[in-house]
C-alpha cells in the first residue's frame, strides 16, 4: 500500500481529533463567557426593605440575638457577646456587652475586660499544603520544585539537605558536600536505599520549627498515616495509623503551641495540644498531648463536620456544634439561590450546642441555646442576576456536546473520587464538573439543537457524498458533538459544488458522476472549425 | 544520496537562523548559570533564611527550584518555541512566497521523502542548537558542584520537554503554512492546536503524562502534515 | 507506430466551480517541439501543472512516458526537465550550490560538461547568489539547470517571459540545438507566437480551457486565412460560406476570416457574391492566433472602422 494511501488511515482521524478538540474548547470558552458578560452587566437590585416605621422591639432583640457571639463558660452556661455603638457628642463609642439566655445584661464596658474566661477554641487550618498545591508545583517553565528539607543545628549553617524523592516516595539525604547519608521512608532512616520502605502517597504536608531549633520538622499525612519527621533527631515516627482507614482530613487545635497570625493576643497554655483526624468512613480520632492519649468519637451522620470545634483543657474535652435549620449551602452559586428561596426567606433556627467528649468516645450534650435568625436579604422580584446568568448559560447549553453530556454524566462520579497522584484527572474534574460546565440544563433542548444541526449537516452534505458510509458517520458524529460537530464538519468536508448540466441540481465535485442523475461532467462544446487532427 | 541532498539542502537554508539561535541560547543562559554560579552561598541557602525557631515554615519555603539551572529554563522554552516557528516559515512559508514549490516538488523522489527532509533537517537542528547546549549545561553544573545536592535527572528530562514542546509548534506551524484553506477559517488551527499542547503539557504533573500528551500530539499533526502535504496542489 | 510521450485524456480541471480545463485530450509524439499556446487565463499553466502531478484532476487523466501523472516514479521524473513559469530558484543558492543540489537528483546522468559548457556560453558568475541575478540570467541558470540531466521530455512553462529578444533568441536556438541533436520532446507553452513559430513542429491552441487546435504548425499556418472581398456597390447581406470564423464589414468591402477553407472555394464564393476583386492578407502566427481565438464572443475593446 502506497505511504500516500496508507497515512490516510492515521491523518483522517487525527484531522478530527484536532478540529474537534479546538472547536469543542473554543464553545466551552464562549460557554464561559457569555453568562459571566451578562452577570457582569447586569447587576441585580436588593430588594430595598420594608418601607415603614422602626423596627420593633422583638425584632432589635432577634437581630443583636442573632449577631451576638455565642460563648460558653466551663460549666456550660452560655452568655451572649455582642458590641454596642452609641453616640456621645459627635464620638462614635463602642463597648462590649455581655447577655445571658433571659435577655439580662451582665455586663458592658471595653472588651478587654471582660469578666468571665470563656473556652477559646484555637482551632486553626495549619498552613501546609493539601496534595493538589504540592503537585501543581512541581512543574512550569521554571522546572520542577523539588522538596528540600535542610538541617540547620545553626542560623548560617546547613549540614544537610533532605530532598524527597516523588516518584520513589522517600527522602534522600545528601551532605553540605553532596554526598548520600542515608534515606528516610515510613520505617524510619536507614542507611541503604534496599532497606528503606517508601511512604504511601502523600496527601498533606505542614512544617515548623520547634523553639529550639532551626532545623524543620514535618507533619506527614499519607492516605492511611500520620507521620512526623525530624531529620535533625534522625527519626520517623508514626503518629497515627489509620489501619485500613483512610484520613481525610486534619484539624490542630493549639498543637504545635505556636503562636499563629490569628492567635496573637490570645492565651492557649491552658489548653493540651490537640490534632483531629477525621476519616472517610466519617470517625474522627482526637490525638492530644500533655499527656498523650488518642481517642476516637463519632458525631451524629447529620452533622457538618466542619462545624464542630474541639478544645481540651486539663480535665475535660469540650466539642462546640453550630447548627442551622435545612440541609447546608451549596458550594455551588447557581444552586444557591433555591436554597435561599426555600430555607433562608423567612426568619430560620440556628442553634449552639456544647458537648464533652468522654474518655469512651460518647458526646454528653451540656448545653444548647437556640435563637432565631431574620430572613436573608433578597434580589426584588427579576432582578436577581443569577437568574439571568443561569438563562444565558440555559441558552448557550443548547449548543453542547450530547455525547460529553453523557460521557461527563457518567464518568463524573467516578472521577470526582478519583485519587490518583498526577491529578490529572483532578484537572479534568475541575473542568467538567466543578463549574458544571459541561452538564447542560435541558436535554431536550440540547437534541432538539443537536438535530438541527444534523439537518445542515444533511442538507450540505448530501450533494457532495462520496460514499453513504461517509455520510452517514458524519451526520452522527454532527449529532454526537452539536455544534462542534457541525463546525468540524465543515472543516474538512466542505468541497465545492456545481450545477449538473443534465438534472440542474447541485452535485460536488470529488466524483466524476452526478450523486443525483450518475450523468458525468459534460463534454465541451467543439466548433466544426476547430483545428484538432492529432489526437 | 538524495535525501541526504535534501537535508542538506534545508540545513544550508536555516543556518543562518540556527546561529542566531544558538548564539542568543547559549549567551544568555551562560549569563544566566555564570550570575547563579558566582553566588557566594549557592543554591539553597537565602532562600531557608526565613526559618526560625518557634514558627511555622511555610512550604514554599521548602519547595525549592533547581538552581542556578531554573533560570535557564524559561529561555530554553521560549527559544524552542521561537526555533520552531522559525524553522516552519522558513521551510513552509518561505518556498510558498517565493513560489518555489514547483521546482521542489519536481524532483526525481517522492514527495514524502521531500517532507521527511525537512522534518529531520528540523530535528537535527533542535538537537544541535537547544539539545546539546542544553545538555552540556546541565552536565557542567552537575561536574562542577554547583548545587550541593547533585541535580535530579528529572531536571535534565523536563529541559529535554520544552525541546520536545518546541518540535510540537514546529509541526504545528508546518501545518498551517502547508494547509490550502483560507486564513480566515481553518488554516491557522495546526498552531492553535500546537499552542494547546503546549499548555496542556505544561500543567501535566506526572512526566509520564507529559511525555504521552506530546507523542500523541505530535502523531496527530505529523500524520496531518503528511496528509496535506502529499495531497495538496502547488 | 510513434511513441506517444504525452497523453492526456478527457483532462479537467475545477478551481472551486470554475472550469480551468475542460476535457482536454492531446497526444504528443515523441521527438516533436510541441508550441502550447492559448490567451491569459486559457488554462495553459493548469494543464501543465495537471500533466506533471502538481495539480489533481477533477475528470480524466494524463500520462507522460507512460506514467500516470498523478503517480509518476522518481524514475520518471528523472526523465522529465521541467522549466516553471518565471523561473523560479532559490535565491539563496549559488549557481555551484545549485548545481550540487541538482545533480544529486541525477546520479549517472548528469552532463558536467554539458553545463559548464552553457554556464560559460551565458556567462554566469557561478559564486553569485540568484537573488543577485536578472530574469535573462535566471532564465539560463533554469535552462542550464534542466539540460544538463540529459531529460528525454522538457516541459517549460513560458520560458521566455520577461526576457529581452536577444536573449530569447539565445534561449530558444541554445534550447532547439541541443535538444534536436538529441531527439528529445520539448513541450513548452508560449504567449510569444513569433518563438512558437520559429521552432515548433506541433502546435496545440487552448482558448477557455477548451482545446481549439492540435495540428502541425503548417497546417495550422495553412489552415487560418483572411480575405479581404471589394465590392463595387455592396457588399452581400448574408456571408454563406464554409469555414467561417469572423466578418467584418467596411465601405464596399467584406473582411473574412476563414479556416481550412482552400483558395478555389475562396474564388468561387468570391464569383457567385459578385465580388469586384479580392485578396489574401498575409498573416504571421500572431495575427492567425488571435483571429482563430477572437471568435468566443470576446467584446473587442477597440472599434473602428475601415476607411
Known amino acids: 500500500m502506497k505511504l500516500k494511501h496508507a497515512i490516510k488511515y492515521v491523518a483522517a ?43 420593633t422591639e422583638a425584632e432589635m432583640r432577634q437581630q443583636r440575638i442573632s449577631g451576638a457571639s455565642k460563648e460558653f463558660l466551663p460549666d456550660g452556661t452560655v452568655h451572649l457577646l455582642s458590641w454596642s455603638t452609641t453616640e456621645i457628642n459627635g464620638e462614635f463609642k463602642s463597648e462590649r456587652q455581655v447577655w445571658d439566655v433571659n435577655d439580662n445584661l451582665l455586663w458592658s464596658g471595653e472588651g478587654r475586660e471582660l469578666p468571665n474566661e470563656y473556652l477559646q477554641w484555637p482551632m486553626h487550618e495549619p498552613s501546609g499544603s493539601y496534595r493538589e498545591d504540592i503537585t501543581r508545583q ?65 496527601k498533606y504536608i505542614c512544617s515548623w520549627c520547634p523553639q529550639d531549633s532551626y532545623s524543620p520538622v514535618l507533619l506527614w499525612q499519607t492516605r492511611h498515616r500520620l507521620y512526623k519527621i525530624d531529620f535533625l533527631a534522625r527519626s520517623v515516627e508514626v503518629i497515627f495509623d489509620a489501619q485500613q482507614e483512610e484520613i481525610d482530613k486534619i484539624l490542630m487545635y493549639n498543637w504545635r503551641r505556636i503562636e499563629s497570625y490569628y492567635s496573637a493576643d490570645a492565651n492557649y497554655s491552658e489548653y493540651r495540644p490537640a490534632m483531629r483526624l477525621d476519616t472517610k468512613s466519617g470517625d474522627h480520632h482526637l490525638w492530644l498531648r500533655d499527656p498523650n492519649e488518642l481517642l476516637m468519637f463519632r458525631i451524629p451522620a447529620d452533622w457538618d463536620p466542619e462545624r464542630a470545634s474541639v478544645a481540651a483543657t486539663k480535665d475535660k474535652i469540650f466539642l462546640r456544634y453550630y447548627g442551622e435549620q435545612g440541609p447546608p449551602q451549596p458550594k455551588h452559586f447557581l444552586l444557591q439561590d433555591e436554597w435561599e428561596k426555600k430555607y433562608r426567606s423567612s426568619p430560620f433556627q440556628e442553634w449552639v450546642e456544647l458537648y464533652q467528649i468522654e474518655r469512651t468516645g460518647t458526646l454528653k450534650l451540656i448545653n444548647r441555646f437556640e435563637w432565631t435568625s431574620p430572613p436573608y436579604k433578597t434580589f426584588q422580584s427579576g432582578q436577581d442576576p443569577r437568574d439571568r446568568y443561569k438563562k444565558a448559560r440555559y441558552y ?4 453542547s456536546s450530547p455525547l460529553l453530556d453523557l460521557a461527563s454524566h457518567w464518568y463524573y462520579n467516578k472521577l470526582v473520587y478519583s485519587d490518583r497522584e498526577d491529578d490529572f484527572a483532578g484537572f479534568i474534574i475541575f473542568l467538567m464538573g466543578e463549574g458544571d460546565y459541561y452538564q447542560t440544563t435541558n436535554r431536550t433542548v440540547n437534541l432538539a439543537v443537536s438535530l438541527l444541526m444534523v439537518c445542515l449537516a444533511s442538507w450540505h452534505g448530501c450533494s457532495r457524498r462520496t460514499s453513504w458510509a461517509s455520510f452517514v458517520f458524519w451526520l452522527v458524529f454532527v449529532g454526537a458533538f452539536n455544534l462542534a460537530g457541525l463546525l468540524t464538519y465543515l472543516a474538512l468536508m466542505h468541497t465545492p459544488v456545481i450545477k449538473c448540466h443534465a438534472c440542474g441540481r447541485r452535485r460536488g465535485l470529488e466524483r466524476v458522476d452526478c450523486v443525483w442523475c450518475g450523468n458525468e461532467l459534460p463534454q465541451p462544446e467543439r466548433r466544426k472549425l476547430d483545428l484538432v487532427f492529432n489526437n | 544520496m538524495r535525501f541526504i541532498a535534501l537535508v542538506k539542502n534545508q540545513l544550508q537554508e536555516i543556518l543562518g537562523g540556527l546561529i542566531v539561535v544558538v548564539i542568543v541560547f547559549t549567551f544568555l543562559s551562560g549569563f544566566i548559570l555564570w550570575s547563579g554560579i558566582r553566588h557566594p552561598d549557592p543554591y539553597h541557602y537565602s532562600e531557608y533564611s526565613g526559618i526560625t525557631p518557634g514558627n511555622t515554615v511555610s512550604f514554599y519555603t521548602l519547595l525549592q527550584r533547581p538552581k542556578p539551572l531554573w533560570g535557564v529554563g524559561p529561555v530554553l522554552l521560549v527559544s524552542a518555541v521561537i526555533l520552531g516557528a522559525m524553522l516552519a516559515s522558513q521551510q513552509f512559508a518561505e518556498q510558498q512566497k517565493r513560489r518555489t514549490w514547483a521546482f521542489t516538488i519536481h524532483r526525481s523522489v517522492s514527495r514524502s521523502t521531500i517532507l521527511w527532509a525537512r522534518f529531520s533537517a528540523a530535528v537535527i537542528a ?39 514542546l518546541g518540535l510540537v509548534i514546529y509541526f504545528g506551524a508546518a501545518l498551517s503554512e502547508v494547509s490550502a484553506k483560507k486564513k480566515y477559517t481553518t488554516k491557522y488551527f495546526g498552531a492553535v492546536f500546537a499552542g494547546m499542547i503546549l499548555v496542556l503539557a505544561l500543567v501535566q504533573l506526572s512526566l509520564t503524562l507529559c511525555f504521552a500528551v506530546i507523542a500523541l500530539a505530535l502523531v496527530i499533526l505529523v500524520s496531518d502534515t503528511m496528509d496535506t502535504f502529499l495531497s495538496r496542489e502547488f | 507506430m510513434t511513441e506517444m510521450v504525452l497523453e492526456t485524456d478527457g483532462l479537467t480541471k475545477y478551481y472551486g466551480n470554475k472550469l480551468a480545463l475542460d476535457h482536454l485530450d492531446l497526444k504528443i509524439p515523441q521527438g516533436c517541439i510541441c508550441g502550447f499556446v492559448g490567451r491569459n487565463g486559457a488554462g495553459k499553466t493548469t494543464a501543465i501543472k495537471l500533466m506533471l502531478g502538481l495539480l489533481k484532476p477533477t475528470a480524466g487523466s494524463s500520462r507522460l512516458l507512460g506514467c500516470d501523472s498523478q503517480e509518476l516514479t ?25 548545481e550540487q543540489f541538482q545533480r544529486a537528483f541525477f546520479p549517472g546522468q548528469w552532463d558536467d560538461q554539458l553545463f559548464a559548457d552553457m554556464i560559460e556560453y551565458f556567462s554566469l558568475p557561478k559564486n553569485k547568489k540568484i537573488k543577485h541575478f536578472s530574469n535573462g540570467q ?37 534550447m532547439i540545438e541541443l535538444i534536436m541533436r538529441r531527439n528529445r520532446t520539448v513541450f513548452f507553452s508560449s504567449h510569444i507566437l513569433g518563438d512558437v513559430e520559429r521552432v515548433a513542429d506541433i502546435i496545440v491552441v487552448i482558448d477557455q480551457g477548451i482545446l481549439r487546435a492540435n495540428c502541425s504548425l503548417e497546417r495550422f499556418r495553412a489552415a487560418v486565412k483572411k480575405v479581404i472581398f471589394s465590392f463595387k456597390d455592396s457588399a452581400p447581406p448574408k456571408v454563406d460560406i464554409d469555414g467561417l470564423l469572423n466578418c467584418k464589414r467596411s465601405k464596399g468591402e467584406l473582411e473574412l476570416t476563414l479556416v481550412g477553407i482552400d483558395d478555389e472555394k475562396i474564388a468561387e464564393w468570391a464569383q457567385s457574391a459578385g465580388a469586384e476583386k479580392y485578396r489574401i492578407v498575409k498573416m504571421n502566427l500572431e495575427d492567425q492566433f488571435i483571429e482563430f481565438t477572437a471568435s468566443s464572443g470576446r467584446r473587442r475593446l477597440f472599434k473602428w472602422e475601415r476607411t
Not at chain 1, 469543542?24 to 437590585?45: D, E, H, K, R
Not at chain 1, 553540605?176 to 534515606?183: D, M, P, Q, S, V
Not at chain 3, 520518471?76 to 555551484?96: A, K
Request: glycine share 10%.
Open chain 1, 13 to 55: 482521524p487525527s484531522g478530527i481529533i484536532m478540529y474537534l478538540t479546538l472547536f469543542l474548547i473554543g464553545i466551552i470558552i464562549l460557554q464561559f463567557i457569555i453568562p459571566g458578560i451578562v452577570l457582569l452587566f447586569t447587576p441585580g437590585q436588593l430588594s430595598p426593605g420594608l418601607p415603614g416605621p422602626e423596627p
Open chain 1, 138 to 202: 512541581m512543574f512550569s517553565p521554571l522546572f520542577s520544585r523539588i522538596l528540600m528539607v535542610p538541617v540547620k543545628p545553626s542560623e548560617e549553617e546547613i549540614t544537610e539537605y533532605w530532598r524527597y524523592e516523588r516518584g520513589k516516595r522517600y527522602f534522600v539525604g545528601f551532605d553540605a558536600k553532596g554526598r548520600k547519608i542515608g534515606y528516610a521512608g515510613s520505617n524510619g532512616i536507614k542507611q541503604f536505599s534496599n532497606q528503606v520502605e517508601p511512604f504511601g502517597q502523600v
Open chain 1, 396 to 399: 448557550v447549553k443548547t449548543i
Open chain 2, 126 to 164: 533542535f538537537i544541535l542548537c537547544l539539545g546539546v547546549m542544553w545538555t552540556m549545561f546541565y552536565l557542567y553544573v552537575s561536574a562542577m558542584g554547583a548545587s550541593p545536592c547533585p541535580l535530579p535527572v528529572r531536571v535534565l528530562i523536563e529541559g529535554w520537554i520544552f525541546i520536545l
Open chain 3, 74 to 98: 522518481a524514475e520518471s521524473r528523472q526523465r522529465i526537465g521541467y522549466v516553471t513559469e518565471g523561473h523560479r530558484l532559490f535565491n539563496w543558492m549559488t549557481i555551484n550550490e545549485l
Open chain 3, 138 to 174: 535566471r532564465a539560463q541558470v533554469s535552462l542550464a539547470l534542466t539540460l544538463a540531466p540529459n531529460p528525454e521530455l522538457l516541459v517549460m512553462d513560458d520560458p521566455t517571459l520577461g526576457l529581452d529578444a536577444a536573449i530569447r533568441r539565445q534561449f530558444l536556438e541554445g
